[in-house]
């Protein structure tokens, strides 16, 4: 019976010490799996930095990107493309007038009653109407025909407010958020469709005039004024209730800027100068690269990836499109190799943009002790069921150092802006104002971007040029900026002067 209890003993210890083994073994791995979790992080860190002196560069870049691409056509990555919107509202706009925003699969028709000076905008009524999905792959007639139908069935419910005098035409503001080649103020041909649209026999036509023969099919008799792109109309937003503001920024699922130029600061503008001097210029902004940006792997990869390899490189590491990408591609780098959320890696995280950026915000604000919001979203999203508090915290790490990139970076374009205006820094005995319209669901929901965005220019600028600089909200540039510049650049300006 001894040899036996000595037998099992000699057993039962080695049972205990292969266990203690297995369990050190464990943390040892546990404890390696976590330093590879810190290391991605760390490296993260380092590839997105944003030191002020690299902000300068991308500024500088950005500067003369701007001075290439309004020197020739396509002698730069920046389009800078000519708007000829020349006269942007005043304030002192009279009557009522229509916008119509084609942007995506809905359209929205409004009109605006304007008051001058005193009333600005008195009213405005607005509709919004799906496109039915047959008409985004059929015909052109077909498309147009649909939407000029919507737009008499607007103008036919208009209220005693909306009082046209004897003898004029109705007046309308047109939004188009595709790729257009503009030719005039009120022409621009389509180069393609994007968002699921796919009509051919549009392509390479004047989009103003598919419009305008449609109304005609249906009755309809209003002049399209002017063809603005989004940024446009944000800008004529801004500058209708402040006379200071000299560009505008969206930064929303895309990004773009439009600012106001000297008319012969344009060496490719070859007619007659406008009366104002003024050109507003379209940077699609988007499109913007330089060696100076910080690129990461995940950058790299997300644009091999991409329907647009090589393009739109600034909007791809800024907007809100990407922002949850770019964080879920990091996550899925620490479940494969280190583990991050256990022996498996999450289906769902494999689904490229399962992460939007409003979930991304949402974790990025979170300020409970036990961050449980990061927590609820990481379980409704990947099905991770349970997170450690420190996990979390990596998580809230990374939507931070993402963010701020972002933030740091669309800080830089604007910088690079006011650098090209010569507004950066202060002037002797002047006192100019320099305001910038700001729109779109990034700036607007995501604070600690915009916060940050904001305290970088600040920092760009120094305390003294910082203190004439102002952003800005102007919201619904696509709607009511694009009545507004419809109604600045009226067909009846004369007749509005010379009764005034």
């Not at 590879?36 to 003369?64: F, S, Y």
């Not at 920046?78 to 005043?90: A, E, R, T």
């Not at 690129?295 to 390899?309: K, Q, W």
């Not at 991304?360 to 927590?375: E, F």
């Amino acid at each position: 019976m001894g040899k036996v209890a000595v037998g099992a003993t000699v057993v039962c210890a080695a049972a205990v010490c292969a266990a203690s083994v297995y369990i050190v073994r464990r943390r040892m791995q546990s404890s390696g799996k976590w330093a590879r979790v810190i290391e991605i992080l760390r490296v993260l860190e380092e590839d997105c930095a944003t030191p002020i002196a690299k902000l300068r560069q991308v500024a500088d870049a950005m500067t003369v990107e701007m001075h290439a691409g309004l020197a020739s056509e396509g002698g730069s990555k920046l389009k800078m493309l000519i708007s000829y919107v020349d006269n942007l509202p005043s304030g002192e706009e009279h009557g009522f007038f229509y916008a119509l925003d084609l942007g995506g699969t809905n359209f929205r028709v409004m009109r605006v009653l304007l008051g001058g000076k005193e009333g600005r905008v008195v009213k405005q009524e607005a509709k919004e109407v799906s496109i039915p999905p047959h008409l985004m792959t059929s015909g052109s007639d077909e498309l147009f025909n649909f939407i000029a139908e919507a737009l008499a069935n607007f103008v036919a419910t208009e209220g005693e407010d909306f009082h046209l005098p004897e003898g004029r035409q109705r007046e309308l503001g047109f939004t188009f958020s595709f790729p257009v080649k503009q030719t005039s103020l009120s022409s621009g041909t389509l180069i393609k469709w994007t968002k699921g649209f796919s009509i051919e026999d549009t392509v390479g036509q004047d989009v103003v005039g598919e419009l305008v023969k449609a109304m005609e099919r249906v009755g309809l008799d209003m002049n399209v004024t002017a063809l603005v792109n989004d940024t446009v109309g944000t800008l004529a937003g801004g500058r209708y209730y402040n006379p200071d503001v000299v560009a505008a920024v969206i930064l929303g699922t895309g990004t773009n800027a439009a600012y106001v130029e000297r008319a012969h600061a344009i060496p490719k503008w070859h007619g007659l100068l406008p009366k104002s001097g003024e050109m507003v210029i379209n940077m699609e902004w988007g499109n913007f690269r330089s060696s100076h940006l910080p690129l990461t792997e995940y950058d790299h990869l997300l644009d091999f990836d991409s329907l647009n390899p090589g393009e739109q490189i600034l909007e791809k590491i800024i907007s809100g499109m990407f922002l949850g990408e770019i964080l879920r591609r990091v996550l899925l780098k620490m479940a494969d190799e280190a583990a991050f959320f256990g022996d498996s890696v999450p289906p769902k995280l494999r689904i490229p943009f399962i992460i939007r950026t409003p979930d991304m915000s949402a974790m990025h604000s979170d300020t409970s002790p036990d961050l449980k919001v990061v927590g609820s979203k990481l379980k409704d999203i990947l099905e991770v069921p349970t997170t450690s508090l420190k996990m979390r915290k990596v998580v809230v790490s990374l939507c931070d150092i993402i963010a701020s990139r972002g933030a740091r970076l669309s800080a830089a374009g604007i910088y690079g802006i006011l650098k090209k205006l010569g507004r950066d820094t202060p002037k002797d005995g002047e006192t100019q104002k320099s305001v910038i319209a700001m729109d779109g669901g990034l700036f607007e929901h995501y604070t600690q971007f915009s916060e940050c965005m904001e305290s970088s220019l600040k920092e760009l600028l120094g305390d003294e040029a910082s203190g004439s600089v102002e952003v800005i909200h102007s919201n619904d540039g696509s709607g009511v900026g694009a009545a507004l510049l419809a109604a600045s650049h009226s067909q009846y300006l004369d007749d509005v002067s010379e009764t005034s």
